[in-house]
């Protein structure tokens, strides 16, 4: 990995190819008569195929990011954009469509429902916008291939390992083909071993779908595969590194997080 000063865009990837681009973005909370400034001014641009890890200290803005990306929170001034359409001038209905169709989430502790099979749990994105069609049973085979999960395929949650909860999980947020993922600390809840198994998941997804991944982890043997890794200090980014070795190469992150007081 080679340091490279902070940028608001991936290399010299043409503007067609930024999935999820973040401009400005500031965010503050009221905590009695103070306000807390969580994001500064944060820019990131996220590109099609690119698997980008977020690290930082406990309130750098990490989760706050995702809050405001995914719609859970409004910013109070920047923007966030999915293939060219900035979230927060859609109507409250068209963001709703585009957070169901265009945006996938992963959570540290999976969040499926426990009375569906994995199969199910998998097709819930197309029941819940009713939208099963012929290709639905076709799209949930390939990821549960994909995910090594078509021998538990009719195996309830309890009956799974964390790790077979998490690719469920994925599975479930890449069934609509959506522009972006959002993963909050998925390897947070299994082992180092599962883990990497999960982050070979998430960078084949970014690449076989051409989605923008954005993943919050304190891992730095899981951020080491990714593509980029973005340091957030202060409510901005303050440094990057690109992925340019091997996945289990971390001296570099180490390496940036002394040298920014991580």
Aim: net charge negative; glycine share 8%.
């Amino acid at each position: 990995m080679d340091s490279v000063p902070p940028t608001s865009s991936e290399g010299e990837a043409a503007d067609n190819m930024v999935r999820l681009a973040i401009s400005d973005l500031v965010k503050s909370y009221r905590l009695g008569d103070e306000s807390i400034d969580v994001l500064r001014g944060l820019t990131l641009d996220i590109a099609a195929g690119e698997l980008v890890a977020i690290m930082g200290p406990s309130g750098a803005g990490k989760t706050t990011l995702l809050n405001c990306i995914s719609g859970i929170d409004r910013p109070d001034g920047g923007s966030v954009a999915i293939s060219g359409r900035e979230i927060d001038y859609q109507s409250q209905s068209a963001r709703t469509q585009l957070r169901r169709h265009d945006l996938g989430m992963v959570f540290q502790f999976f969040n499926l429902v426990p009375t569906l099979t994995v199969r199910e749990n998998i097709t819930l994105p197309f029941m819940i916008s009713r939208n099963v069609g012929p290709g639905t049973d076709t799209r949930v085979d390939e990821l549960l291939k994909k995910t090594g999960l078509t021998g538990r395929a009719d195996h309830l949650p309890h009956q799974l390992s964390g790790g077979e909860m998490q690719l469920t999980s994925i599975a479930r947020a890449l069934v609509h083909r959506p522009t972006a993922l959002l993963a909050d600390e998925p390897t947070g809840n299994v082992n180092p071993k599962i883990g990497r198994s999960i982050m070979e998941t998430l960078r084949q997804a970014a690449k076989s779908e051409d989605t923008a991944v954005l993943m919050v982890t304190h891992s730095a043997e899981h951020a080491a595969w990714a593509d980029r890794v973005c340091f957030l200090k202060d409510g901005r980014v303050a440094d990057e590194i690109r992925h340019l070795g091997a996945a289990d190469d971390v001296r570099p992150i180490l390496d940036a997080l002394l040298a920014l007081g991580i």
